[in-house]
């Protein structure tokens, strides 16, 4: 009997068919790479690039030729370092309410690896920090570079990992080990990771003259990036194992593999939905405040923030929440209101404060 054809908005697509900027898209034997392509930034996504990832992972989701997904990143650096500071600092601090927009396109983008029915490799080739290291906690499995390391830095940027890190970790790693990772912003490098159950699986990637290092040390790892006295990086191992981990999942019913996954995400599922909304209205008001103001700029600027100036402003019965103030003055000359408190002349039309 014929086949019967697939309804056309199903109809599988070739991956070359997708204009896509920031994002990689291939597929063959039966799996599609999602690979995040800005290492100009460390592989931070864009608000463009969270559409091009979540838009990625649909057609893969829906496309029947494919059985595996897996996300990664450009280059042996980073595989993500979350959101775009510089963008944030640009964009967002300026425009608060235009980030709960930008939360609802993260959330698309998470949720499109939760929804997608198949398992998704995170393929760690570098650093995962912050929304990076949300990403692959939203993946079903994970395969790290030995030099590579995960981390949150949320407290540290003026920000809350409430993107899954908050809603997963404990899930993960018990609840100390959450609050060590979430309150302290501490690099959590691969074998760590590995032995508390971040990651499935490191691998070497460190070589020293052709040779393997096992467990490389910090400073080897940085000889290796750059390449000095005869050290290098190399993905190769890392690659096998991501491809025997795929060969392995197609060997499996799809129906099931979705099923078993849906049954499995049920705790991941109830916390995220129990909260992200959640979070994403409280990051968006909070972006009016100095803290991200000050952890954003401070990062763009690569200077210390300024967290002791913060808890003084407060601890003296100052503004922390408003660098020059609240705006409850008013000027008498011509009656502007709204006013920084602490602001010496009027904004409006220059008069001194009476």
Same mark, same amino acid.
């Given at each position: 009997?014929?086949?019967?054809?697939?309804?056309?908005?199903?109809?599988?697509?070739?991956?070359?068919?997708?204009?896509?900027?920031?994002?990689?898209?291939?597929?063959?034997?039966?799996?599609?790479?999602?690979?995040?392509?800005?290492?100009?930034?460390?592989?931070?996504?864009?608000?463009?690039?969270?559409?091009?990832?979540?838009?990625?992972?649909?057609?893969?989701?829906?496309?029947?030729?494919?059985?595996?997904?897996?996300?990664?990143?450009?280059?042996?650096?980073?595989?993500?370092?979350?959101?775009?500071?510089?963008?944030?600092?640009?964009?967002?601090?300026?425009?608060?309410?235009?980030? $709960?927009?930008?939360?609802?396109?993260?959330?698309?983008?998470?949720?499109? @690896? !939760?929804?997608?029915? *198949?398992? #998704?490799? +995170? %393929?760690?080739?570098?650093?995962?920090?912050?929304?990076?290291?949300?990403?692959?906690?939203?993946?079903?499995?994970?395969?790290?570079?030995?030099?590579?390391?995960?981390?949150?830095?949320?407290?540290?940027?003026?920000?809350?990992?409430?993107?899954?890190?908050?809603? $997963?970790?404990?899930?993960?790693?018990?609840?100390?080990?959450?609050?060590? @990772? !979430?309150?302290?912003? *501490?690099? #959590?490098? +691969? %074998?760590?990771?590995?032995?508390?159950?971040?990651?499935?699986?490191?691998?070497?990637?460190?070589?020293?003259?052709?040779?393997?290092?096992?467990?490389?040390?910090?400073?080897?790892?940085?000889?290796?990036?750059?390449?000095?006295?005869?050290?290098?990086?190399?993905?190769?191992?890392?690659?096998?194992?991501?491809?025997?981990?795929?060969?392995?999942? !197609?060997?499996?019913?799809?129906?099931?593999?979705?099923?078993?996954?849906?049954?499995?995400?049920?705790?991941?599922?109830?916390?995220?939905?129990?909260?992200?909304?959640?979070?994403?209205?409280?990051?968006?008001?909070?972006?009016?405040?100095?803290?991200?103001?000050?952890?954003?700029?401070?990062?763009?600027?690569?200077?210390?923030?300024?967290?002791?100036?913060?808890?003084?402003?407060?601890?003296?019965?100052?503004?922390?929440?408003?660098?020059?103030?609240?705006?409850?003055?008013?000027?008498?000359?011509?009656?502007?209101?709204?006013?920084?408190?602490?602001?010496?002349?009027?904004?409006?039309?220059?008069?001194?404060?009476?």
């Amino acid at each position: 009997m014929p086949v019967t054809a697939a309804p056309r908005r199903f109809a599988s697509r070739d991956a070359s068919e997708f204009d896509f900027q920031e994002v990689c898209y291939a597929k063959a034997e039966g799996i599609a790479r999602i690979t995040l392509n800005r290492p100009q930034a460390y592989n931070a996504y864009s608000t463009s690039a969270l559409e091009e990832l979540a838009a990625a992972f649909r057609d893969a989701s829906f496309d029947d030729r494919v059985g595996v997904i897996v996300l990664t990143g450009t280059g042996d650096r980073a595989f993500c370092t979350g959101g775009d500071v510089k963008e944030y600092a640009a964009d967002y601090t300026a425009r608060p309410r235009d980030y $709960w927009k930008y939360m609802a396109l993260f959330r698309g983008y998470i949720e499109s @690896i !939760l929804n997608t029915g *198949k398992p #998704v490799i +995170a %393929r760690i080739n570098g650093m995962a920090v912050g929304g990076g290291n949300e990403s692959q906690l939203a993946c079903d499995l994970t395969v790290m570079a030995d030099h590579a390391y995960l981390r949150q830095v949320g407290t540290h940027v003026g920000s809350v990992a409430c993107g899954g890190a908050t809603q $997963w970790l404990p899930l993960v790693v018990g609840d100390k080990r959450a609050r060590e @990772i !979430l309150f302290l912003n *501490k690099v #959590v490098p +691969a %074998r760590k990771a590995e032995s508390w159950g971040l990651v499935n699986y490191v691998e070497p990637s460190v070589r020293h003259n052709g040779e393997w290092i096992e467990q490389a040390t910090p400073d080897q790892v940085k000889k290796a990036e750059r390449g000095q006295d005869g050290y290098s990086l190399d993905l190769t191992k890392l690659d096998e194992r991501v491809n025997a981990l795929a060969r392995d999942l !197609l060997a499996s019913f799809s129906e099931c593999t979705r099923y078993t996954k849906q049954q499995v995400n049920a705790l991941k599922d109830f916390v995220w939905y129990s909260t992200v909304r959640h979070a994403q209205d409280w990051l968006s008001l909070h972006y009016a405040s100095w803290e991200p103001h000050e952890g954003m700029r401070a990062f763009v600027e690569k200077r210390p923030a300024r967290y002791a100036l913060l808890r003084a402003r407060a601890a003296e019965g100052g503004s922390s929440e408003f660098q020059w103030g609240p705006p409850v003055t008013s000027c008498v000359a011509c009656g502007a209101t709204g006013l920084p408190a602490e602001h010496r002349f009027c904004g409006a039309c220059g008069a001194p404060r009476s």
